[in-house]
């Protein structure tokens, strides 16, 4: 695991006349003349794509994100090779495809959905590979699967900041609260526990930077500021906002709705959406939009910090969703591993490069959760210590290169599976079966389900596709 400055990795650093030379010397040089580069990768909870101005909302306030579109390469088609929170995630960090799902059958029968799994330990993570590279390697989260036992997602980081309360993470004694007293302020659907779990950990906030967003970058600002003195530095910012429990201030949430005086449906099933009248959907979606709103604007601040320091001038900044979220499309809410809409499989993926290359420009390559790892190492130039599953997206960047198209992308979500091509988009179980197929063409949103005149269609990505890039029949446990 050595770096390497190639001729390729030279020309990404170094551009072309005046702007290379400024860049080169903004950055120093470490022993032997290697410019010294540095990684900040942001990871984003449950950001749905159709939520960010950048990629065509009007309506949802992103400013941020919006502001580092135009900075950055936007990937219009990208979707995650597999979910939720774990199985993106172990893709990210390793550049290894986590679907299908064949390895380790006792515990993949045994965890929540297949992939649910800690990164194995043959595995090597990005994190390890440039700790091994000589860079400082840094974890700021508050996405509190990772540091329940035994996922150790901590593998490779030299310094790493948990911050405890999401959701129904067990940091503090639960509310003694009735479910009375819960329905009274809350749309709990049969989760008082989770409620009163996530209510207990939340009950000292006094200001917005005690809300966990702000938590995050704020921690992530403070790491950036110590790096900075000590170059280069990798820094993963992991923000579980804006999943669900959404709570977020008044001030974002009344940017998206009216006045509103029952309970607060501030969470929700997953399943289908007829427990919620019209106007706690409304509600639902507004707290949701408020969450992202807050996000942007404690991720805008760490980005201000990053320019102020001067760290963006010598850094590749990548930042990506997980997944989305259902707020009631197709009837459904939540992540129900059935529904794979692109509600809940379109993210969002941006790749700064610090010379501006690619500023403002769009690719429809099908890019991934487990692209992540090898485009960090490529642009690094640094050598992975065995190879990896996904492609390296920095190839974009130099001269107007193309990377092989991938002719068609599958993803899998615990029994279910999802595939496209340019024509059509299908979803359906591990087996074949209750496969729905979308003209993409004549229907993008994927609302007429066309599978029963299109049987051959089906059959063809199911065989070709799915069963293709899972090396033959799926599993079952």
Not at 6 to 29: D, H, Q, W, Y
Not at 77 to 96: D, F, K, M, Q, V
Not at 124 to 140: K, R, S
Not at 284 to 295: D, H
């Amino acid at each position: 695991m050595k770096r390497t400055l190639t001729r390729r990795s030279f020309l990404k650093v170094a551009g072309a006349g005046a702007a290379g030379t400024a860049l080169l010397g903004a950055s120093g040089c470490a022993p032997g003349g290697e410019p010294e580069m540095n990684v900040v990768l942001i990871i984003i909870d449950s950001l749905r794509k159709d939520h960010v101005g950048a990629y065509g909302n009007g309506w949802i306030k992103t400013p941020s994100l919006d502001a580092l579109a135009k900075e950055s390469l936007r990937f219009t088609r990208a979707y995650p090779e597999s979910l939720p929170t774990i199985c993106a995630r172990r893709a990210i960090h390793t550049g290894i495809r986590t679907f299908p799902f064949k390895d380790r059958p006792s515990e993949q029968a045994s965890a929540p959905v297949y992939g649910w799994l800690p990164i194995p330990p043959g595995q090597p993570t990005l994190a390890e590979t440039l700790e091994a590279a000589g860079y400082q390697t840094m974890l700021v989260t508050d996405t509190y699967h990772q540091f329940r036992p035994p996922m150790d997602f901590s593998r490779g980081f030299d310094a790493y900041h948990w911050i405890r309360g999401q959701e129904k993470d067990p940091y503090k004694p639960p509310l003694s609260l009735s479910d009375k007293e819960m329905r009274e302020h809350y749309l709990v659907y049969g989760e008082a526990l989770k409620a009163r779990q996530h209510l207990a950990n939340i009950r000292d906030r006094k200001t917005e930077e005690d809300w966990f967003a702000p938590k995050v970058f704020l921690r992530a600002t403070e790491f950036l500021e110590g790096a900075s003195k000590r170059e280069p530095f990798f820094l993963v910012v992991d923000s579980y906002d804006p999943h669900e429990p959404w709570d977020p201030p008044d001030e974002y949430t009344s940017l998206y709705d009216d006045p509103y005086d029952g309970p607060e449906p501030f969470t929700s099933l997953y399943g289908a959406d007829d427990y919620l009248t019209e106007r706690q959907l409304r509600r639902m979606r507004a707290l949701y939009a408020g969450e992202v709103t807050m996000m942007d604007r404690w991720l805008g601040r760490f980005l201000g910090r990053a320019r102020d320091l001067g760290i963006m001038e010598n850094t590749l900044l990548v930042l990506l969703s997980d997944h989305g979220h259902a707020l009631g499309e197709h009837g459904y809410t939540g992540k129900p591993h059935y529904a794979l809409w692109p509600e809940l499989t379109d993210i969002v993926f941006l790749i700064r490069h610090p010379g501006g290359k690619g500023a403002g420009g769009t690719s429809d390559h099908y890019a991934s959760t487990h692209d992540v790892a090898p485009t960090v190492l490529g642009f690094l130039g640094v050598e992975p210590e065995r190879p990896m599953d996904g492609e390296d997206l920095s190839v974009l960047f130099d001269g107007g290169k193309e990377l092989e198209p991938r002719p068609h992308f599958t993803l899998g979500y615990s029994e279910f599976v999802w595939a496209r091509d340019e024509g059509y988009a299908m979803f359906g179980r591990n087996s074949g079966t209750r496969a729905r197929l979308y003209d993409l063409s004549a229907d993008p949103k994927m609302d007429e389900d066309v599978a029963a005149a299109h049987p051959d269609v089906v059959r063809r990505m199911f065989d070709e596709y799915v069963l293709g890039d899972a090396g033959g029949a799926l599993p079952t446990y």
